[in-house]
């Protein structure tokens, strides 16, 4: 008996045991109250170790002088646009996120943002301060979508001891000198029949050549025009093809291997090159006490100059849960203080004139030539970034010999045209479903 009353004791205390650690892990498992804050979910793409510190010590910032907003910073590593599209069509949208001059026009004309125009007038945001380039991409009549956080022209690097080596004691000013100094810094050293230094490297990636279709009058774009196959814009594109296949002061396809072109300017192996702001910080790094290089505008034609702008803003999704919330973000981020910050890590430069104008910059030759370039720069603003893609094999066919100028622009522009025309059959497509499910659904209310 005595046994038995031992057994069913022992089987009662480890019910209890089991019943207690069950209720102690659930308890632990307990969802923590649901906070009273207002949250913002803020997404960038993936940035560097220094600014990903910077970011997320600005929101820490942000959060501490905003006891009521929570912002929840998230870097989307990989495909970037991909992750802002799903999220956005399943109900997931990130409130803020980056978005570039040359996605600009898909998401405004897609109805994904949120007019700003409103708040920026109601708060008396000066946009006099920002550089009017850098505002453009965002701007559709008087509405704008978006605030540039920072920003940077194109400007030319050039390579101070592969110039003094060739008796040149100064950047060319316009594109005759730049041709007639190219071919000085182009040599074979050991007469093996290779070049060993370039004069110039150049990308076809078409912001890196479009200020040579502008500085010979030509244009991209005008709303969804293509405008690119016209003379003066081939002129340019003529001419910036024939630094490789007329002079010979930048490489053909096959005449040099995949080399960075920063890593090549390193190694004193090109005289030139465009570049932007956030070049200077890994050229300091890696070049130091082996690498001697200054900054210059860009060349001008004849009477013009003109660089290519790059800038990135800060938008709201018109799928945010708390538009308010997102805009206090964004007059953060993008006001004078959160842009002075911005610019302390010489990634990029600043888009309010401001900035530029402040201290920060007092004495400083090299950031000076870039702040120079704000006043004459143009932000390449596709109307569709599905067009870039013949713009880029434009320059491929040419260097490969495959295509003249002429030739490989009219097919890119014919190219262009018909993703243009296909985007907007699919619009129109679009909107007579939405067109018809709105007069059914009226048709049924009326019966």
Not at 21 to 30: A, N, P, S, T
Not at 94 to 103: G, K
Not at 137 to 142: D, S, T, V
Not at 159 to 178: H, L, M, S, T
Request: glycine share 8%.
């Amino acid at each position: 008996m005595n046994k038995r009353r031992k057994i069913v004791f022992l089987s009662v205390l480890c019910c209890f045991l089991i019943l207690s650690i069950i209720l102690f892990i659930g308890c632990g498992k307990q969802k923590e109250a649901p906070s009273d804050k207002r949250i913002v979910r803020y997404a960038s793409w993936t940035a560097t170790i220094t600014e990903l510190k910077l970011i997320k010590q600005l929101v820490k910032d942000f959060n501490e002088a905003h006891k009521d907003i929570e912002v929840k910073y998230e870097v989307i590593p990989g495909d970037y646009w991909s992750k802002i599209f799903t999220t956005y069509a399943g109900g997931r949208s990130y409130d803020v996120f980056w978005m570039d001059s040359t996605m600009s026009s898909g998401l405004i004309n897609k109805g994904m943002l949120v007019d700003l125009s409103p708040l920026i007038k109601r708060d008396k945001i000066n946009l006099d301060d920002f550089y009017p380039a850098l505002l453009a991409p965002f701007k559709r009549g008087e509405r704008i979508y978006g605030l540039p956080k920072d920003a940077c022209p194109l400007a030319l690097f050039w390579n101070k001891k592969v110039f003094r080596e060739a008796g040149i004691q100064k950047p060319p000013d316009n594109w005759d000198e730049f041709v007639e100094i190219g071919k000085k810094i182009t040599v074979d050293r050991d007469n093996d029949g290779r070049i060993d230094v370039w004069g110039f490297l150049p990308g076809n990636w078409y912001p890196l050549w479009a200020p040579f279709v502008w500085q010979w009058g030509g244009k991209f774009f005008e709303d969804t025009s293509v405008c690119f196959d016209e003379p003066s814009a081939i002129e340019g594109f003529k001419f910036f093809c024939e630094l490789s296949t007329k002079h010979h002061i930048a490489p053909l396809r096959g005449e040099i291997g995949e080399i960075d072109v920063r890593k090549a300017f390193l190694m004193n192996k090109v005289g030139m090159f465009f570049g932007g702001w956030w070049d200077m910080a890994d050229l300091d790094k890696y070049g130091k006490g082996r690498l001697e290089y200054g900054i210059a505008p860009l060349p001008k034609h004849k009477d013009t100059r003109i660089t290519t702008g790059f800038t990135t803003s800060l938008v709201i999704s018109n799928k945010s849960k708390d538009v308010e919330a997102s805009w206090e973000l964004i007059k953060f981020l993008t006001g004078k203080e959160g842009q002075l910050r911005r610019c302390s890590i010489g990634m990029a430069g600043p888009s309010r004139r401001s900035v530029a104008h402040s201290e920060m910059f007092k004495d400083k030759a090299r950031e000076q030539t870039f702040i120079a370039g704000f006043d004459y720069c143009i932000v390449c603003t596709p109307p569709t970034p599905e067009v870039m893609t013949p713009l880029t094999e434009a320059v491929d066919y040419v260097m490969m010999g495959n295509k003249t100028p002429e030739q490989a622009l009219k097919d890119a522009a014919k190219e262009c045209r018909r993703i243009l025309s296909e985007l907007k059959s699919t619009s129109s497509r679009k909107q007579g479903n939405i067109d018809t499910g709105e007069k059914n659904e009226k048709e049924q209310k009326d019966q």
